[in-house]
């Protein structure tokens, strides 16, 4: 044992604070609060409220609880997190929470702050999964289960990122003006519904498994017959081969074990007509290293949320997140390779994934 982490060194080296572990420790507190506060419509109330804010027993009112001082309590350690601002006597909304904790806010994440860890039993027995490799039936269960709520949790940010991934493949010549596009495991239809905004000649086929597909039947019901929705597995279900524009693959690769989500990835570039593109949003942890790197650690802590995110894959699906590595090995074994890497809006990965044969004569 060193001498920093005993405490016995020299007066000059400070021993070793568990800061580091309270943070960790206190992260489920923090969750705790944010979900809580969600629930109970705090952040709502406080948009309603307006520039002044309101005095804690004001919010308690506001939000029908009956501990104001708990409420006071709740509104300091948000400020303490850096989602409400206060002078003592009032809290009000920071931009942030604004934009992303009020339920009706266009980005908003209100409904998938609360659902974004998963099945809690999937983390209370991750130490089991860990052990034996296997992901405990009632936690699939569970995650299954939740998908229908999931899915309509992050359609608000999908939506977006959808926009902006049109935007991306205007600009590259890659979105034709009447694009057919196929997404393997739609969910709650928002990227369809996005992509098919940008294009009114567009069509589409959805294919996601029968508990989510209602949802997306009702996103894209204004679409008629634009849109086909086809209910089974993404490996198995019946689409047409070779003559996609656009393939999207959101959010799907990453729960996949590997030999699947290469398959799938191989399946998407089959249905692809000449020119066509592979779109993969995800969550790509960082790649392995050949060789000791000694800035691996600032590497791993820039990619924190998306390590976190590859972890809650391993703690309810067979899948463990993915990496650039993964994408690259896999696209070449279709003949394909990762061209782009875009951030259509922050924290949101985009992918594009294109044929050699419609690269080669732009190298
Ligand atoms: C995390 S959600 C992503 C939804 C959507 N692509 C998005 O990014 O908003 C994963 C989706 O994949 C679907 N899914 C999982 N396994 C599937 C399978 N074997 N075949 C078809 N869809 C599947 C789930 O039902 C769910 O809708």
Redesign the pocket.
Known sequence: MSAAATGAGPASAPPVGPGPVWDVVNGLAAFGALSAALELGLFDALVAAGEPGLPPAELAAAVSAADADAVALLADVLVSLGLLTGDGRAVRLLPVAERFLVSGSPASMAALGRLSPGPWSGWQQLAATIRTGAVPAGTRDEL?AM?PA??SA??PT?RAVATGVAAALAERGLWPAAPRVV??????G??LAALLADRPAATAVG???P??LPVARQTVAGLGVRVTLVE????EVDVPRGSADVV?L???LR??PAERARRLLLRALELLAPGGVVVV?DYPRPDPVAAPDPGRDAVLAGARHELLLSLTMAAATDGHGLTLADLRSWAADGGARLTDVLQPVPRQTVLLIRPDSSTATER
């Open positions: 299954t998908y999931l899915v992050t359609a999908q997404d393997l495991g739609c969910g709650s928002a990227w294919v996601d498994l508990g989510v089974g597995d993404y490996l999207v959101a959010h799907v729960a996949e949003a």
